[in-house]
């Protein structure tokens, strides 16, 4: 079933239509993500990778210095706030339009973001579990943020894929954590069911197939399953070569009411919506849905 959908976000005081979808574009500076493509360090390494964003047609860049793969490293907070400053510093500096995006879960790394770098959106894939301070701090802050759900840590998080029934317990979670941030003064808030986080590859198709159950939340909804390993382990391929099954999972995301797509390759995301967009025309501009 086509999501019909009209949401917008408030980013630096102007209203953002997510009508077409946006696309982020990932910027990890960390020396162990995942995917070595979107890995940066230096700084002419940060310049192209933004660049390269931009010109794709990304709308956002979330820039992240913490990984969280199962199996990364704990990171201190100074130490992620020293790998974020020289990207955070650049695109403030020399990309001051660039809607950018923290991914973090500490209050203290998303008040410098903000307060000193000009950050527009936090990121948390804790949803607020991991540092009881973040609520408080965005809605302070007053930028969107990003409530993900995962059960646990990201070093834990595999431990934790038993539920009673999947899209109803993260249905229940977001229930209670947008009432807190509601209650907490946060204005704008953007849904990540979280794909790969506590849930099994079978789990992670299950989810895509109820995506649209989301929807009653009336929030927007972001999608970040680029290259992951529900597609290589999948195909029996490596992250490498997941770009076609990635594509083929935006495509299905988006028909199913996905509002931003977070990926490593902006280029073959714009694409999609733009493809997803001209397929669903009449539907949008009619106000119906299709099967």
Same mark, same amino acid.
């Given at each position: 079933?086509?999501q019909?959908n009209?949401?917008? $976000?408030q $980013?630096?005081g102007?209203l953002?239509?997510?009508?077409?979808?946006l =696309?982020?574009?990932?910027?990890?500076v960390?020396?162990d993500s995942?995917? #070595?493509?979107?890995?940066?360090q230096t700084e #002419?390494?940060?310049?192209s990778?933004i660049?390269?964003i931009? /010109?794709e047609?990304g709308?956002?860049?979330?820039v992240g210095?913490?990984s969280?793969?199962?199996? #990364?490293g704990?990171?201190? /907070? /100074? /130490?992620?706030?020293?790998?974020? *400053?020289?990207a955070l510093r650049?695109?403030?500096?020399h !990309?001051?339009?660039a809607?950018v995006s923290?991914d973090?879960?500490?209050?203290?790394?998303?008040?410098r973001?903000v307060e000193?770098?000009?950050?527009?959106?936090i990121?948390?894939?804790s949803?607020?579990s991991?540092?009881a #301070?973040?609520?408080a701090a965005?809605?302070?802050l007053? =930028?969107p943020?990003?409530?993900?759900?995962?059960?646990?840590t990201?070093r834990?998080?595999q431990?934790?894929?038993?539920?009673d029934?999947? $899209?109803?317990?993260?249905?229940?979670? %977001?229930a209670g954590? +947008?009432?807190?941030l *509601? &209650?907490?003064g946060?204005?704008?808030?953007?849904l990540?069911p979280?794909?790969? %986080?506590?849930?099994t590859?079978?789990?992670n %198709?299950?989810?895509?197939?109820? &995506?649209?159950e989301?929807?009653?939340?009336?929030?927007?909804l972001?999608v970040?399953?680029?290259?992951?390993?529900m597609?290589y382990e999948?195909?029996?391929i490596?992250?490498? *070569?997941?770009l076609?099954?990635?594509? +083929?999972?935006?495509?299905?995301a988006?028909?199913?009411?996905?509002?931003?797509?977070?990926?490593h390759?902006?280029?073959?995301? +714009? *694409?999609?919506v733009?493809?997803?967009?001209q !397929?669903?025309?009449n539907d %949008?501009l009619?106000?119906c849905?299709?099967a």
């Amino acid at each position: 079933m086509l999501q019909v959908n009209h949401k917008t $976000i408030q $980013i630096r005081g102007n209203l953002v239509s997510l009508r077409p979808p946006l =696309v982020m574009g990932i910027l990890n500076v960390t020396p162990d993500s995942f995917y #070595a493509g979107s890995r940066q360090q230096t700084e #002419a390494g940060i310049h192209s990778r933004i660049t390269r964003i931009l /010109e794709e047609g990304g709308q956002i860049i979330d820039v992240g210095g913490y990984s969280s793969r199962p199996s #990364a490293g704990e990171v201190t /907070e /100074e /130490e992620e706030m020293r790998r974020l *400053e020289p990207a955070l510093r650049i695109l403030n500096e020399h !990309y001051p339009e660039a809607l950018v995006s923290v991914d973090t879960f500490r209050a203290g790394i998303a008040r410098r973001a903000v307060e000193m770098y000009g950050a527009a959106l936090i990121n948390d894939i804790s949803g607020g579990s991991l540092d009881a #301070a973040m609520f408080a701090a965005v809605a302070g802050l007053k =930028v969107p943020y990003i409530l993900m759900h995962m059960r646990g840590t990201p070093r834990t998080m595999q431990q934790f894929t038993t539920y009673d029934h999947l $899209i109803v317990d993260i249905r229940k979670y %977001f229930a209670g954590k +947008v009432c807190e941030l *509601e &209650l907490a003064g946060v204005n704008d808030i953007i849904l990540d069911p979280g794909f790969g %986080f506590s849930k099994t590859r079978e789990q992670n %198709f299950e989810l895509m197939r109820g &995506l649209g159950e989301f929807a009653l939340f009336g929030l927007p909804l972001l999608v970040g399953i680029s290259r992951k390993s529900m597609i290589y382990e999948t195909l029996g391929i490596t992250s490498g *070569e997941s770009l076609n099954g990635t594509s +083929v999972l935006h495509t299905l995301a988006l028909l199913k009411g996905a509002d931003i797509l977070r990926v490593h390759d902006v280029k073959e995301a +714009v *694409e999609a919506v733009r493809l997803v967009e001209q !397929y669903s025309k009449n539907d %949008f501009l009619c106000g119906c849905t299709s099967a």
